[in-house]
């Protein structure tokens, strides 16, 4: 059974920096093909793809936010890092890590709502 | 303003047909890049719906279907329950943008 879990502060000052980790279970982020991605929703708005990491350390970023991004891996912990600087209050949003498989992002975590606000 | 569109709400009766279109480029969808939907149920995360442009999960009802043709994909839902009021949300891969890409998300009403 796959499980995934966000964790991280709920509550962010503007221009600070966000990290959150993705703690997961029933799979390992060294089997080829398999990746971990972060997604993030505002309050009542549509879905947006942060960024990727997949097994052998490849890490993709989406082109807007790519200044701001960095996602690390530690397979021996099951964890994905992901670090989001200069924190703005339209960055306020409930932010996702899901299991990635050939494009498709499988298997989701909860979520965890991140507010920026001083 | 989502690289694939697809429409703010639909609705439909218990019992009846809806479809959800996801429109993007050739830089996406008309690229060849498979499109997958996710169910988003109230305050929850998101589900697999459809993966590879028609393929459903075990424990996805028959009633929903996707499929593709040149540059968007549609999802269709027959027989209309009121559980399958949600949010759903089209996604692909963009090459343009290097970019994992979803739709800005359609709301089904049951009626």
């Known amino acids: 059974q796959i499980t995934l879990k966000e964790s991280g502060p709920t509550l962010v000052k503007p221009t600070q920096t966000l990290t959150l980790t993705c703690t997961f279970s029933?799979?390992?982020?060294?089997?080829?093909?398999?990746?971990v991605g972060w997604i993030r929703q505002p309050p009542g708005k549509a879905l947006e793809w942060l960024a990727l990491?997949?097994?052998?350390?490849?890490?993709r970023y989406s082109p807007s936010l790519k200044s701001r991004l960095t996602i690390t891996k530690d397979t021996s912990k099951n964890q994905v890092v992901l670090t989001m600087t200069n924190m703005d209050p339209v960055d306020t949003a409930t932010y996702y890590c899901?299991?990635?498989?050939?494009?498709?992002?499988?298997?989701w975590g909860q979520g965890t709502l991140v507010t920026v606000s001083s | 303003q989502s690289v694939l569109t697809q429409p703010p709400s639909v609705s439909g009766a218990p019992g009846q047909r809806v479809t959800i279109s996801c429109t993007g480029s050739?830089?996406?969808?008309?690229?060849?890049?498979?499109v997958h939907w996710y169910q988003q149920l109230p305050g929850t995360a998101p589900k697999v719906l459809i993966y590879?442009?028609?393929n459903r999960p075990s424990g996805v009802p028959d009633r929903f279907s996707g499929s593709k043709s040149g540059t968007s994909a549609s999802l269709a839902i027959t027989g209309l329950q009121a559980e399958d009021e949600a949010d759903y949300y089209c996604?692909?891969?963009?090459?343009?943008?290097?970019?994992?890409?979803f739709g800005g998300g359609t709301k089904l009403t049951v009626l």
């Open positions: 990491i997949y097994w052998n350390d490849d890490k």
């Open positions: 029933g799979f390992s982020l060294s089997t080829s093909g398999v990746g």
């Open positions: 899901a299991h990635v498989g050939g494009g498709l992002f499988h298997y």
């Open positions: 050739s830089s996406n969808i008309g690229a060849g890049y498979d």
């Open positions: 996604q692909s891969y963009d090459s343009s943008l290097s970019a994992w890409v």
């Open positions: 590879g442009n028609s």
